[in-house]
């Protein structure tokens, strides 16, 4: 089994900033990506951002230059650093990965269980 536990979120006024990390543990071969999207109420769920096994990072357009993704192989964690908070950024956050479970098995997608994050203006 595989879990991704998140730590981090919590209530931040606006300009203000939080971290998020997220760990992956139990049966795992190789991870490909890790990231963080997010779901506001009433929308859809969105990319934040994601980081792939050799680095390179993608941002939603709305945080890039505030947030920065970084990743720790050895560990299995991901961390995103968020700063100058918009009351817009609140939203529950995922964790995301998409990792292979064991030798010979399919990629797969993992998620955890989110975050609240609330940023007050």
């Known amino acids: 089994q595989v879990q991704l536990v998140e730590s981090g979120g919590g209530l931040v006024q606006a300009g203000g900033s939080l971290r998020l990390s997220c760990a992956a543990s139990?049966?795992?071969?190789?991870?490909?990506?890790m990231g963080w999207y997010r779901q506001a109420p009433g929308k859809r769920r969105e990319l934040v951002a994601i980081?792939?096994?050799?680095?390179?990072?993608n941002y939603a357009d709305s945080v890039k230059g505030r947030f920065t993704i970084s990743r720790d192989n050895a560990k299995n964690t991901v961390v995103l650093q968020m700063n100058s908070l918009k009351p817009e950024d609140t939203a529950v956050y995922f964790c995301?990965?998409?990792?292979?479970?064991?030798?010979?098995?399919?990629?797969?997608?993992?998620w955890g269980q989110g975050t609240q994050v609330t940023v007050s203006s």
């Open positions: 139990g049966s795992i071969f190789s991870i490909n990506v």
């Open positions: 995301y990965c998409n990792l292979k479970p064991g030798w010979g098995r399919d990629w797969s997608d993992y």
């Open positions: 980081i792939r096994s050799n680095t390179n990072t």
